[in-house]
């Protein structure tokens, strides 16, 4: 637990190999740092200490109104002030995408790289590209309380019922993606683990998330400065592609990495997405 200037309290974990190159990587919406457990030994192996903080209301994080893609990168750079990390990369996965995006514009010289898998894209202004919104987003577009509303009853399904709330959550991805959370192994267990551990306010953070994704960001990606590599299966049904190339139009340092056929996590694209944040 970090203690902020503002009196809140932020949780993270420390995975992998905890004496490795920091990479600091950021759970998706909604979730907490639970659903990343399954990176655990892949980090280890690779030499990884992947650091994974709880935004603002998941997890063991107080919930934070106010909270913004900007002020996400500040509380980061609180973590790694705590763990004494002058310099690290950030990978965002799917809602966590736009945090990293914000950590790699807010936080300067202490991020060298950042990495985004399955991430969504600004919506304001939106490209004329991406396709329709969800309902969720919709909702959240015209009110933060509705979206809060959506997802009380997920959140609630998940702690009551985490076997078939996963099981209706994976028939809504790519094959690829069903299969790892339909199987029996890490990534099923880590996700079971995070259905059955909301934090009381999880519903409004994620409401939060959204209701920010919806909205004009308070950083620009016309800042970026450092490398940024997108990540994006072209078979993503959770986040369409054209998010990812709506990112890459506008940062300036991105390189777009699409993959033929890929879904939305690419667990099988990891050596190269962590070799993208610290090339040879």
């Not at 637990?1 to 420390?14: E, F, I, K, N, T």
């Not at 004496?19 to 909604?30: A, D, E, Q």
């Not at 004329?128 to 997802?151: I, M, Q, T, Y």
């Not at 400065?225 to 990812?244: K, L």
Request: charged fraction near 20%; charge should be neutral.
């Amino acid at each position: 637990m970090v203690s902020l200037p503002d009196g809140r309290q932020l949780g993270y974990a420390v995975v992998g190999d905890p004496t490795g190159i920091p990479v600091v990587g950021l759970h998706g919406t909604p979730g907490s740092a639970r659903q990343l457990a399954a990176l655990s030994e892949p980090a280890r192996a690779r030499g990884v200490a992947l650091v994974t903080p709880d935004r603002a209301g998941y997890g063991q994080s107080t919930y934070d109104p106010r909270r913004s893609i900007a002020s996400n990168a500040r509380d980061i750079g609180a973590v790694l002030r705590s763990l004494n990390i002058d310099r690290c990369s950030v990978i965002g996965l799917s809602g966590g995408g736009p945090f990293a995006l914000g950590c790699g514009v807010v936080l300067g010289e202490r991020v060298t790289a950042v990495a985004t898998v399955g991430a969504v894209a600004p919506m304001v202004p939106r490209d004329p590209s991406l396709p329709p919104d969800r309902l969720v987003a919709r909702v959240a577009r015209r009110s933060e309380a509705g979206a809060h509303a959506l997802f009380a009853v997920m959140v609630r399904r998940g702690r009551t019922h985490p076997e078939h709330a996963l099981d209706q959550f994976a028939s809504l991805l790519a094959e690829q993606d069903a299969r790892l959370l339909r199987e029996a192994g890490p990534v099923r267990a880590a996700f079971l683990d995070d259905f059955r551990h909301p934090s009381p306010t999880a519903a409004r953070a994620a409401a939060r998330d959204f209701w920010l994704f919806e909205h004009r960001w308070d950083v620009n990606l016309a800042d970026m400065a450092v490398p940024c590599d997108i990540w994006h299966g072209t078979q993503d049904r959770n986040v369409p592609v054209a998010h990812a190339k709506s990112i890459a139009k506008v940062c300036p340092t991105a390189r777009l990495h699409l993959v033929d056929g890929g879904g939305h996590m690419l667990l099988g694209e990891l050596d190269d997405i962590l070799s993208s944040l610290h090339p040879a």
